[in-house]
Every structure is written in C-alpha cells, then in structure tokens.
C-alpha cells in the first residue's frame, strides 16, 4: 500500500458527461501528480501541484482540469468526455526536495479507471 | 518533442536469468526516472537516475547522459519481477517510453 488513495475505483459515463477523480496523497507530501495511461497514448504526465499551485503541466487537454485544495487532495476534471478519454488514471504523489519538481520518487495510488460509451 | 525508445519490447526469462533494459532518448534531458508496473497494474518507482549508477537490491541502473542512453539491470530474477518496465525523461515536460513487458517463469 502507497498510502495514496484515489476514488471511485471504476468510473463508467456516457460520452459528453463530467467527472470528477479524487486523490489523497500521502500524508505529509505536497505534491500531487496525475497520470494518464491508455492503450492509444500509452502513459502520459498531466500535470502536478505543488502545496496548491500548479508546478508542471504535460499533456493535458483544455477539457480537463485539476486542482489541489489546502488539505492537499487533489481532483482531476474531465468535462465533454469522448470515447477516448477511456483510460486509467493515476495520482502519485511526492515528498517536497527543493520545491518539489518532477524528480522526486513518486508514489503512486491504485488509479481510477474510467471508461466512457 | 523528445523521443524515447525502449527495448525490447518484450522479455521472457526462466527465475535466476539476468536481464537488460534499455531506453535511449533524443535529446538531453533534466532527469531520467526507471518505473515498474506490476500485473495488477500497480505503479512503482524504481529509480530516479538522470546520470551515474544507482542500485536498489537486485536492480540496478545506470545513465549515460552524454550517449543518451540509459539502462536497468535486472539480476537473479524473481517471478515477482514480471510486468512492464518504463522509463520517462524529463526535457521540458515529462515523456514515457512504451515500456518492457518482462515474463519472469517459475
């Protein structure tokens, strides 16, 4: 167990629908990163948060957004969902070292599969 | 963008065999970081090596930046080692490999 918790587990929506995918990191990390993983695109960084600020972003597409709250969880938004939005979603998060950056080991949740008909 | 390749894409070893990973990238890059994912699809990250050699129990890898390579050592593998091997850099943003599928059989 990583001690990074990410809800619901599965997730099954309609295309055009809104989601919401929750992540708890590890207790005393700052850093909350998310993660796409499809069998397209293989696995792609999204973007990371920082004690609540954005601090890197990837590939992530205008119709998905993120934030980091001041108990640190974080949640990834994904609106207008298209079939190939289907794909397993991780959160990992981090101990801060310098700011915190993507070079920390990262700790990773059990991830949250979403799939979208 | 950055390119990164790993190979083989796919390995079978017999438990006890040694095995090589490798991942060349295009350009230089700020930080390499080695990740496994397990059958059950767990993440784990292994390494974090941007140059040099590091070792972590039976893994090992090593960096050479100016060459663009870097590679994971596997020794006296364990079934438990089985799953996909990535690698991602970090040059500007962040980009994964298409990964290793390592076999280990009993």
């Known amino acids: 167990d990583s001690g990074v918790t990410q809800t619901p587990k599965h997730l099954i929506t309609a295309t055009g629908q809104r989601v919401t995918l929750r992540c708890s990191p590890r207790s005393g990390d700052l850093s909350v990163y998310w993660y796409q993983q499809s069998l397209d695109q293989g696995l792609q960084f999204l973007i990371q948060y920082y004690n609540g600020e954005e601090r890197a972003k990837g590939n992530i597409l205008e119709r998905f957004s993120a934030q980091q709250f001041p108990d640190l969880h974080s949640e990834l938004n994904l609106s207008s969902l298209e079939l190939g939005d289907s794909a397993l979603y991780f959160c990992?998060?981090?101990?801060?070292?310098?700011?915190?950056?993507?070079?920390?080991?990262?700790?990773f949740g059990p991830g949250t599969r979403l799939t979208v008909l | 963008g950055i390119q990164v390749e790993q190979s083989p894409p796919d390995l079978i070893l017999q438990e006890g065999a040694n095995s090589t990973l490798r991942c060349n990238f295009s350009d230089s890059v700020n930080n390499l970081q080695w990740f496994h994912q397990n059958p059950w699809g767990q993440l784990i990250n292994l390494f974090y090596i941007p140059s040099g050699t590091k070792q972590n129990g039976r893994l090992s890898a090593t960096t050479v930046a100016t060459e663009r390579y870097s590679l994971l050592y596997i020794s006296s593998s364990q079934t438990t080692d089985s799953g996909v091997y990535f690698c991602a850099v970090v040059s500007g943003d962040m980009r994964f490999g298409a990964g290793t599928r390592l076999t280990v059989k009993p």
């Open positions: 990992a998060s981090s101990a801060p070292r310098q700011g915190g950056s993507t070079t920390d080991t990262q700790y």
